[in-house]
């Protein structure tokens, strides 16, 4: 079983659509994080819950709206897209362990 | 958290050791430091932490010099699928704060 899975796995889209990624890991963790990297292939996180409750929000603008309706799932939904929305989205948790972040495989977003 | 410092790229010839190098001169007592590595686009992958003793596992060694403001990784028999993008990160340990990842180091495994 994957312990953190993303889905879609790639999504192409035109500016000013709605759309939204899905995570869920089965590892029991109770922290979930979103991370953005750029075409530059920089990793900046954009938001941490932690049992559903919000703990990080990085500057984002408020068109990127997470959701966690229980502590193993964490969406991202992002209204009116553009194109710098482009890059590639990665979930990731972590719990008690002393082993960091666990990364889903990421979900490729293309802004057209 | 503690910045870090990496050289942005390096090469090793398949089978030898790769030694990658990390500084973080403003690193605090509990402050750990972690090594992850990303495999062309993939999800970032964990390889290895520590506070300050030596330590290993079946992918990595991280040697942390005894001040503890800089650290190695070494690979000790570099293969074409190390191939990566190698990120050194120090952070408090159970602590809701964010892993920073920096610019990373570039590794190049050649035949």
């Known amino acids: 079983d994957t312990a953190v899975s993303q889905t879609p796995k790639y999504l192409v889209t035109q500016m000013g659509n709605d759309k939204s990624i899905k995570c869920e890991q089965n590892?029991?963790?109770?922290?979930m994080y979103w991370y953005k990297q750029d075409s530059k292939k920089f990793l900046k996180i954009m938001f941490s819950?932690?049992?559903?409750?919000?703990?990080i929000n990085e500057t984002v603008p408020n068109r990127f709206s997470p959701k966690s309706p229980d502590k193993a799932h964490l969406n991202l939904h992002i209204n009116s897209l553009e194109l710098g929305d482009s890059a590639v989205y990665f979930c990731?948790?972590?719990?008690?362990?002393?082993?960091?972040?666990?990364f889903g495989s990421g979900t490729r977003l293309t802004v057209v | 958290d503690a910045k870090t410092t990496q050289p942005p790229s390096m090469d090793c010839a398949e089978g030898r050791a790769a030694n990658l190098p990390c500084n973080h001169s403003?690193?605090?007592?509990?402050?750990?430091v972690y090594w992850y590595r990303q495999i062309h686009s993939q999800g970032p992958q964990y390889i290895i932490h520590g506070l300050k003793n030596n330590e290993t596992n079946e992918m990595a060694s991280l040697i942390i010099t005894e001040d503890r403001k800089s650290s190695t990784l070494i690979l000790p028999h570099a293969t074409l699928r190390d191939t990566a993008v190698y990120y050194c990160?120090?952070?408090?340990?159970?602590?809701?704060?964010?892993?920073?990842f920096g610019s990373g180091t570039k590794l190049n495994v050649k035949p």
């Open positions: 990160i120090v952070r408090g340990l159970y602590n809701f704060n964010k892993f920073y």
């Open positions: 590892l029991g963790h109770d922290t």
């Open positions: 819950y932690n049992n559903k409750e919000l703990i």
């Open positions: 403003t690193i605090s007592g509990n402050e750990y």
């Open positions: 990731a948790s972590s719990g008690d362990s002393n082993y960091g972040y666990t």
